[in-house]
């Protein structure tokens, strides 16, 4: 069962009527991975152009799927994929859109849409650049009126990258799957053909060896779980106080534990000295480690603005100065750092955890060109509501309305993030780098 009292409300016989009649918000619990399901549960819609062939030959023959390429009536759709690379003209939206239009209401719960467009480049022709940022806002508002817990996301590519690269694989695989439930009204650009299919889809990471830091409990722990559960081997890091449970973490994914302050001045050489020395490699840095401190600002002391920027933005700066300096961190490399939607709208009494986390998007922009000769990436994820400890800690009206502000009309669970980093960090997303990934269930605020 969820912590969230309403979600466990709403879907149960007579409160759940009441809620309806009431007009009450009424939440879907969303279907999680677990190892050995299915990819999907029904038959796929795609719709679109020249592209749409290429997608469904994919989705048919790769991944032996039951793919329809007209919607029928009678036909209830798990999931409905748009190929839309070759749009022109706003005007060549419509068919594939209004096709879209007539199936949506037999969309199964928990089912997908998914549009796979060009990005709109100053350099095209006005009609061109606006079908393709049309895309956008069509993407974006679709999933705001999907219920009983679909999503709607977006893949747009770069000029150059085919419908067939393997970050469009791999994303689009990501997006259909169960693990992307609380992704919603996402449109994450493929910037390159870099990055590989994983020899199992199952255990994508597969002889890499991965760290993440903050990993003692709540999203840093889930992201140790799901790694290991992927296949690789991971160095679970956290602060000296939280030893215990690091260690009992690291037990259970049969990895190994760093104590570890990442503010230290020698924390990167430490990680680098400890996870190549006892695993004999380092592929994956996972900056989870972070800490708030609110105050208004006009309350703010010095002490709580310093210390949150050191340790959500400094540490992962000086971490990663100490791994791109290494000939250790060097085989297809991958930088996964958690950012916000405080960090993209901002949030009342958090111009300090706000700052640092738009240093993080900022940084992994940067970062992720100094990684491009050897085939590394950087790229963020921003969670928004999760239910972690530090949420239940919020005054339990806040804490309601909270949950309602996204388009899912609930709160995220930490693997939401976890499967999103262990995405991220796959061979699989070698043509994505210095993106934002954002995990709210399409919160409404920000884009």
């Keep these: 069962m969820s912590s969230d009292t309403y979600l466990n409300l709403v879907n149960s016989g007579f409160t759940g009527k009441l809620a309806k009649q009431l007009g009450l918000p009424q939440p879907t619990p969303l279907r999680r ?11 796929v819609l795609v719709l679109g152009g020249p592209s749409a062939d290429e997608l469904a030959h994919l989705l048919s023959a790769d991944w032996d799927l039951d793919v329809h390429r007209h919607a029928t009536p009678e036909t209830r759709y798990s999931t409905v994929v748009l190929g839309l690379t070759d749009l022109t003209h706003p005007s060549s939206l419509g068919a594939p859109v209004l096709e879209l239009s007539g199936v949506l209401k037999k969309l199964a719960r928990g089912g997908r849409v998914v549009t796979v467009s060009r990005a709109a480049r100053t350099e095209d022709a006005p009609a061109v650049a606006a079908a393709r940022q049309g895309v956008d806002g069509f993407l974006r508002s679709i999933a705001k009126e999907l219920r009983g817990g679909a999503t709607a996301n977006g893949l747009v590519l770069a000029e150059t990258v085919p419908v067939t690269a393997p970050s469009v694989v791999g994303a689009l695989r990501f997006f259909l799957s169960t693990r992307s439930a609380f992704v919603d009204g996402q449109l994450l650009a493929v910037d390159s053909s870099a990055g590989s299919l ?47 449970q ?14 570890l302050d990442v503010t230290a001045p020698d924390a990167g050489t430490r990680i680098l000295e400890h996870t190549v020395t006892r695993h004999g490699r380092i592929d994956i840095v996972v900056h989870n480690a972070g800490i708030t401190r609110d105050k208004l600002l006009a309350n703010m002391a010095p002490d709580k603005w ?8 400094a540490s992962q700066l000086a971490i990663n100065e100490a791994l791109l300096a290494s000939d250790d961190f060097s085989d297809a490399p991958r930088i996964v750092s958690l950012a916000s939607t405080s960090g993209i709208a901002g949030n009342r009494g958090q111009s ?13 922009r940067a970062t992720a060109p100094l ?77």
Excluded at 34 to 42: A, F, N
Excluded at 214 to 230: F, M, N, Q, V
Excluded at 246 to 259: E, H, I, P, W
Excluded at 306 to 313: K, Q, T
């Design 246 to 259: 690091l260690v009992a973490v690291a037990n259970r994914v049969r990895g190994t534990a760093l104590q």
């Design 371 to 447: 990684l491009e000769a050897v085939g590394g990436t950087a790229n963020a994820v921003a969670p928004g509501f999760i239910e972690t400890e530090m949420t239940a800690r919020i005054p339990a009206v806040t804490r309601q309305v909270a949950r309602r502000l996204n388009s899912l009309q609930q709160g995220g669970q930490p693997v939401d993030v976890a499967e999103t980093v262990a995405f991220l960090a796959s061979p699989a997303a070698g043509g994505i780098a210095g993106r934002v990934l954002r995990v709210c269930g399409q919160n409404l605020v920000g884009q």
């Design 306 to 313: 310093d210390s949150v920027l050191a340790v959500n933005i």
């Design 352 to 364: 300090n955890y706000a700052a640092s986390k738009g240093g993080v998007i900022g940084m992994v």
């Design 198 to 244: 994983p020899s199992s889809w199952d255990r994508p990471l597969e002889g890499r060896v991965a760290v993440v830091t903050g990993a003692a409990r709540g999203i840093g722990e889930s992201i140790a779980d799901t790694l290991a559960r992927d296949g690789a081997t991971v160095v679970a890091v956290d602060v000296p106080a939280a030893g215990e």
């Design 33 to 43: 991975f677990t190892p050995g399901q299915p990819l999907l549960e029904g038959p």
